[in-house]
């Protein structure tokens, strides 16, 4: 659990969820379309949480790339506004603010880095956050996979590779990932683990992102969890969930037309 204060969105206050972008110079549309939905939500917002795989790779804070620049400059324009912008690692972007406290990409944007989970407190309700590849737990491969690339060691070990260096790894990552995606989708979660996990947190619901499947799900007995869905502007996908005084409301952008 993160050892900041308890975000709370309260009386007269509007929190904005979305998460998978996958976002990168590689996708120049789908970055248009989520920055155009950002912007048409940014007036009317107090909060904002993205809620991991922002970006489609990320190989250190120090990652030169044109579509992270654009939006740290959107992120940094929002905390100006007096907006509070919170950002969660995903199983793409799990470097994310490696380069601690000063030199970190979400903290040069104002942004604030949560743990994976986080509880949040929206309207009197504490909710838990979490990307949702930490529950795929039927996946054994991957859960082999996220242990060792978040150990300490595996991360310490990669980032003192050059950049350049990284940059290949990660290309060749992705490459491998398309490979497997074809006739393999992306596992769901594992619904006894996220009621674990609300029970263990003491709350009724989650909100996540990672499995590309929006929407609703009832987990039985009063639990629920609300699944963001993915950004993909060839495919005319993207949404965001908007939680207001007046309850949580999935906003989906006219996407075709990047
Ligand atoms: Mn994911």
């Excluded at 992102?209 to 996908?237: F, I």
Aim: proline share 4%; with cysteine.
């Amino acid at each position: 659990m993160s050892r900041a204060a308890r975000l709370s969105v309260g009386a007269g206050e509007v929190a904005l969820f979305a998460s998978d972008m996958h976002l990168g110079d590689h996708d120049p549309n789908t970055a248009a379309q989520f920055f155009k939905a950002l912007d048409a939500q940014a007036s009317s917002i107090t909060h904002l949480f993205l809620l991991g795989d922002i970006f489609e790779a990320w190989v250190g804070d120090d990652q030169p790339d044109q579509v992270a620049a654009a939006l740290g400059e959107r992120l940094k324009g929002l905390v100006n506004q007096g907006v509070r912008v919170a950002l969660m690692r995903g199983n793409r972007d799990f470097l994310l603010g490696s380069d601690g406290p000063d030199l970190a990409w979400p903290e040069r944007c104002g942004a604030l880095l949560l743990d994976d989970p986080t509880l949040v407190e929206l309207f009197g309700e504490p909710v838990l956050l979490a990307h949702g590849d930490a529950w795929c737990t039927d996946d054994h491969a991957y859960q082999r996979f996220r242990t060792e690339v978040r150990s300490e060691g595996w991360q310490a070990r990669f980032l003192s590779r050059p950049l350049a260096e990284r940059l290949a790894i990660a290309r060749e990552m992705r490459t491998q990932s398309e490979r497997n995606k074809q006739g393999h989708d992306i596992g769901d979660v594992n619904e006894a683990a996220v009621r674990a996990a609300l029970i263990t947190a003491g709350v009724r619901r989650a909100i996540h992102g990672h499995t590309h499947r929006p929407g609703s799900y009832s987990l039985g007995e009063g639990l629920e969890r609300w699944v963001l869905p993915d950004w993909l502007a060839a495919s005319g996908r993207g949404g965001v969930l908007r939680v207001g005084a007046e309850g949580w409301e999935s906003v989906l952008p006219n996407l075709p037309a990047a």
